[in-house]
T-cell receptor, first 111, second 117 residues
Framework: NAGVTQTPKFRVLKTGQSMTLLCAQD?????MYWYRQDPGMGLRLIHY???????AKGEVPDGYNVSRLKKQNFLLGLESAAPSQTSVYFC??????????FGPGTRLTVT | AQTVTQSQPEMSVQEAETVTLSCTYD???????LFWYKQPPSRQMILVIR??????QNATENRFSVNFQKAAKSFSLKISDSQLGDAAMYFC??????????????FGTGTRLAVRP
């Protein structure tokens, strides 16, 4: 039982490049989330999904897209990376109403 | 919309002593969950404790306990017999039971706890 995994763990991009972060969970959770964490700002919700095939915007969705084609996977895409997207990205999953389980995080640097 | 406030950006405690981290929240809902998460230098977010609003009894997990004051909308975390491994960032979080507030967590900005040997 791996819980929540994220790929990759580190990535460096140049401005304008694109990439996809992959989140996978093996707990059969309905809900999945993508957060970014910046110094002094806690965790901010980017996008989330309450079920396969559904997604919704969070607090800071601009510049990101997501897809939930399979229940166990939640993809976060950056179409044209900007330095402001330098951050640590966390994926999480949960059952309705209960605590979220987090992945180990991805450190992304955009130069 | 719900908000969660952690007014102590940093705290320090002597090893083996007790420390209390503060959290207040604002909500119009009567049923909800509150959580404390720990984030050590490894970055992994770890659930410390959970409190259901309908329970009057304060939650306890080993050395960690909460003081839940529903009327005051206060949810503080007490760490007893502090250990060096308790040094971390601690986040308070809120989750409702229905609608959009039930779909996601609202986090505070965190309190960084240092433990002095």
């Amino acid at each position: 039982n791996a819980g929540v995994t994220q790929t990759p763990k580190f990535r460096v991009l140049k401005t304008g490049q694109s990439m996809t972060l992959l989140c996978a969970q093996d707990m059969n959770h309905e809900y999945m989330y993508w957060y970014r964490q910046d110094p002094g700002m806690g965790l901010r919700l980017i996008h989330y999904s309450v079920g396969e095939g559904t997604t919704a915007k969070g607090e800071v969705p601009d510049g990101y897209n997501v897809s939930r084609l399979k229940k166990q996977n939640f993809l976060l895409g950056l179409e044209s990376a900007a330095p402001s997207q330098t951050s640590v990205y966390f994926c999480a999953s949960s059952t309705p109403f209960y605590e979220q389980y987090f992945g180990p995080g991805t450190r992304l640097t955009v130069t | 919309a719900q908000t969660v406030t952690q007014s102590q950006p940093e705290m320090s405690v002597q090893e083996a002593e007790t420390v209390t981290l503060s959290c207040t929240y604002d909500t119009s809902e009567s049923d909800y969950y509150l959580f404390w998460y720990k984030q050590p230098p490894s970055r992994q977010m770890i659930l410390v404790i959970r409190q259901e609003a309908y329970k009057q009894q304060n939650a306890t997990e080993n050395r960690f306990s909460v003081n839940f004051q529903k009327a005051a909308k206060s949810f503080s975390l007490k760490i007893s017999d502090s250990q060096l491994g308790d040094a971390a960032m601690y986040f308070c979080a809120y989750r409702g039971l229905r609608g959009s507030s039930g779909d996601k967590l609202t986090f505070g900005t965190g309190t960084r706890l240092a433990v002095r040997p």
